[in-house]
Each structure stands twice: as C-alpha cells, then as structure tokens.
C-alpha cells in the first residue's frame, strides 16, 4: 500500500475514533443546592441547549439525564444565576455524578405607576376638579367620624398577627385562672361559719 493511501487511513481511522468517543452517551446525575447552603433547589432546567436531551430536579434537588460526552449542559432556575457544565469531549466513563451550586440572582423589577389617565398631570387636574354634592361630603364626613371608626375597627375581623396574639393571651388567661384561688374577705368568715353551721346552704 502507498505511503499517502496508508497515511489517509490512519487519519480517517483516528477522525471516526474522536467522533465515536465524543458521541458517547453519558448518564449525567447529580444535585442542585443554593451556593450558601446544601438545601436542593427543586424544578431546576437541567438541559443542553438545541437539543431534546434535558430534565428538572425533583423536589429534593436530585436530577439524572442522559447526554453525550462534549454536550455543555445548562443549569437554570428562577432567582439563580445560570451555570454551564461542560462534558469532557474524551470523556470515557458511562456516569458522570457532580453536585452543582447555584448562586442566587435577586432581581428588582423597577416601580412603575398606573394612573387612570393618560399623563400624572391630568390625573391630578381631574382629582383637583372632582366637585363632590353636599349629601356625599356629608356621608364622607360622617364616615370619617372618630366613634364610628372605632366601633368599625372592633368589629373588624383580625388578621393572622392579631388572632395570633388574641390565642397567646387566651392560654395566658387560662394558665393564670387555672393556679388562682378565690379570695375570701377575713372579715366574712365569722358570717359565713354561721351560715353553715345553721344549715342556710342547701343542696338543690
């Protein structure tokens, strides 16, 4: 065989051999926590990009997906910065295990203000022009009066903190009534050893 033709061979040979190594599959597992702490991150994308090869974490953080060696594989989740992991093209194994820490990526969304007219300053021209009739100043003021809103505000049904508080001072009660005893005026024993001894309590 001609010195080209076999030189031609080893280099078709060792070209097929790289792409058959890097189109090995490789079953990637692992575990998604938060960067400051070893809590799993659930419903994490865990995926290579243009590709159908992909899963999320459980509710544990736990994740198991198969890829092919080369892939570059794509941790993204809400709230955390996105991450790559890149699967080593000479990769030989048929597993590849890692643990994967995802650093969060707070985000503000900035403030935006709504208004039933088109601009802030119509708004405010049409509140300035707002001509309320006598009857409806008079409910208003009667509304705003000082008895009325704290006869509403005892009615006004508790929110979690205020039942939580009116619980605690409930057992707080309680424990106190259960150790008390009532109290007897001294000057009434006489009195009352009387009563007894002359039978005025009787049992119904």
């Known amino acids: 065989m001609p010195l080209l ?3 031609l061979l080893l280099g078709t040979t060792e070209e097929a051999a790289a792409q058959g190594q890097a189109g090995r599959v490789v079953q990637l597992s692992g575990f998604v926590a938060t960067g400051d702490s070893l809590f799993g991150v659930a419903g994490v994308s865990v995926y290579v990009p243009n590709s ?3 899963t999320v974490t459980n509710e ?4 198991s997906v198969p890829v092919l060696a080369g892939d570059s594989v794509l941790f993204s ?3 955390f910065k996105k991450q790559y992991l890149i699967i080593p093209k000479n990769y030989s194994s048929q597993s590849y295990s890692i643990i994967m820490q ?3 990526d707070p985000t503000e969304l900035p403030m935006v203000d709504v ?4 601009t802030e300053r119509d708004f405010r021209e049409a509140v300035a022009n707002v001509k309320l ?4 100043r008079a409910i208003a003021m009667r509304n705003l009066d000082p008895e009325r809103l704290e006869e509403l505000f005892k009615t006004t049904p508790m929110d979690g903190a205020g039942n939580f508080r009116h ?10 009534n259960r150790y008390m005893y009532p109290t007897i005026n001294p000057m009434a024993i006489p009195a009352l050893i009387k009563s007894i001894m002359n039978g005025d309590f009787k049992q119904k």
């Open 133 to 136: 009739p006598d009857e409806g």
């Open 77 to 79: 989740a809400l709230g």
């Open 167 to 176: 619980g605690m001072n409930q057992q707080q009660q309680l424990q106190q």
């Open 52 to 54: 159908t090869r992909g």
């Open 60 to 63: 544990y953080g736990f994740f």
């Open 115 to 118: 208004f039933p007219w088109a």
């Open 5 to 7: 033709g076999l030189l």
């Open 102 to 104: 995802l650093q969060e």
